[in-house]
C-alpha cells in the first residue's frame, strides 16, 4: 500500500518548503507479492540555500536501504567548528572531508534517515543491527569513542595492498565485513534507532568519531537497467540531482564483501 508524503511546510531557511512535483507522484511500482516497504525521510538543499523535507514509503530494498542507513544517531561527524552530532547536522552546513588523500571542506547538500527496528518480521538480517568500533581498536583516535555504524556504512582503509592491487593508497570496505567479534562488533540495538547518510556535491570520505567513512552514492546500484518506476521513485529522494550520474565519479574504489568475493574491486 503507498502513502502519499506528508506535507511540507516552511519555517524559516532551515526548514521545510515545498519540493517538486517528481517527489510527489512517484509511487513505488506495484506488485503483486506486495513487498516489505519501509519510510524513508530527506532533507535537502534548494538552489536558494532553503531545506526541503521530503517523506515517503519505498521499497525495502538495498537500492533505498543505502542511501539512509550508514551512521548511527549520536555519532559525530567532523566539521572545521568541531565535531557536531550527525542528527544536528543539516544541508547547507560544512563538514570536513578527504578526496583524493587531501582534506578539504564540503557543504552537505542532502541527508537522509529511517527508523532501525531491531528483529522486525520480512526484514533482511543485516537491517535489525549495527555495527560497533571500540575506542583505538584501529589505532589511537579511531575512533573516539567508540563508533556506531549503520549496516550500509563503508569505511575507509589504507595500506599497502591497496597500491598494489588498486593502484590507489585507500578503498572504501563495508563496515560489516571487518566484524570480528574484537575490533568490529556487530550488535543488536535494545530498540529502535535512528540512522542517517549525508550526500554531497561530489563522493568523499568524512571523519566519524575519527575514522573515515563515505559519504552516499549509489554506485551501481541505480543503472540504465534499473526499473523506470522503480529509478523514478529512488531520484524523487533526491531533487537536488536529475540523473544517477550527477553523483560523479567514485572517491575511492569500493571492495564487496567476503560473500561476495574477496578482495574484488566493484563502482
Known sequence: ???????????????????????????????????????????????????????????????????????????????????RAIEDLWPGDVITTSHNSRTTQETVLWKGTLTLVPNAPRQSHEMGRLTRLPMDSFGMGRPAPDLILGPKARV???????????????????????????????VTPPSPVQVYHIALKRHAV??????????????????????????????SFFPHITRVSDFGPLAYPRIVSDAQGPGKQIA
Open 156 to 186: 575507509l582503509q589504507r595500506g599497502q595492498n591497496c597500491t598494489d592491487t588498486l593502484g590507489t593508497d585507500g578503498a572504501l570496505v563495508p563496515v560489516r565485513a571487518l566484524i570480528d567479534g574484537m575490533n568490529v562488533i556487530e
Open 206 to 235: 568524512i571523519f566519524a568519531n575519527g575514522m573515515g567513512i563515505e559519504t552516499y552514492h549509489p554506485g551501481q546500484q541505480a543503472t540504465p537497467q534499473t526499473n523506470a518506476q522503480m529509478l523514478e521513485l529512488y531520484l
Open 1 to 83: 500500500m503507498y502513502y502519499p508524503p506528508r506535507p511540507i511546510t516552511q519555517v524559516g531557511s532551515k526548514k521545510p518548503t515545498a519540493v517538486s512535483a517528481r517527489t510527489l507522484t512517484a509511487q513505488p511500482p506495484r506488485q503483486p507479492n506486495k513487498p516489505l516497504l519501509r519510510k524513508y525521510e530527506a532533507s535537502f538543499l534548494r538552489s536558494d540555500g532553503t531545506i526541503a523535507d521530503i517523506s515517503q514509503l519505498a521499497p525495502a530494498s538495498d537500492l533505498f536501504e543505502s542511501a539512509f542507513a550508514a551512521i548511527a544517531r549520536g555519532t559525530l561527524i567532523a566539521t572545521p567548528d568541531g565535531p
